[in-house]
């Protein structure tokens, strides 16, 4: 358990406005069935390597597949290691990232969101 909340904090969804190392493309976005107040957006995740995801938080579930192996290090200089595979996943509100890659290739991720439509995608955490 230990491991996949570490994990977790990989599964970013970072925004361009995060910093110019890190960007989101969205893939798709659709309205969940059933739902008015609900959408789905499936985005890729790149990190590159010396950035840092920030704190953040989402109006909804993020779930997250990791699609390169990658390395990071954590706020408490713990390294961790991502082997391609990897799922992470973030409830409402549950604050994450804070990792560093310090690999020499991009962290890349894809990266599916369950959220509230209207609200921002990220918002930072305190």
Do not use: C, W
């Not at 230990?2 to 969205?26: N, V």
């Amino acid at each position: 358990m230990k491991f996949l909340t570490i994990l977790g904090m990989l599964a970013l969804t970072a925004t361009t406005a995060f910093a110019q190392d890190l960007s989101r493309e969205e893939i798709r976005r659709a309205p969940v069935p059933g739902s008015d107040s609900m959408e789905v957006v499936v985005s890729k995740l790149s990190v590159a390597p010396g950035a840092t995801i920030p704190m953040h938080t989402h109006p909804g579930d993020e779930h997250a597949v990791v699609i390169t192996a990658a390395k990071a290090q954590a706020p408490n200089g713990q390294v961790i290691e991502f082997p391609v595979g990897a799922t992470l996943y973030f409830p409402e509100g549950q604050v994450h990232g804070g990792l560093t890659n310090i690999g020499d290739v991009p962290m890349v991720a894809i990266t599916t969101h369950v959220v509230r439509i209207g609200e921002p995608l990220t918002q930072m955490a305190n």
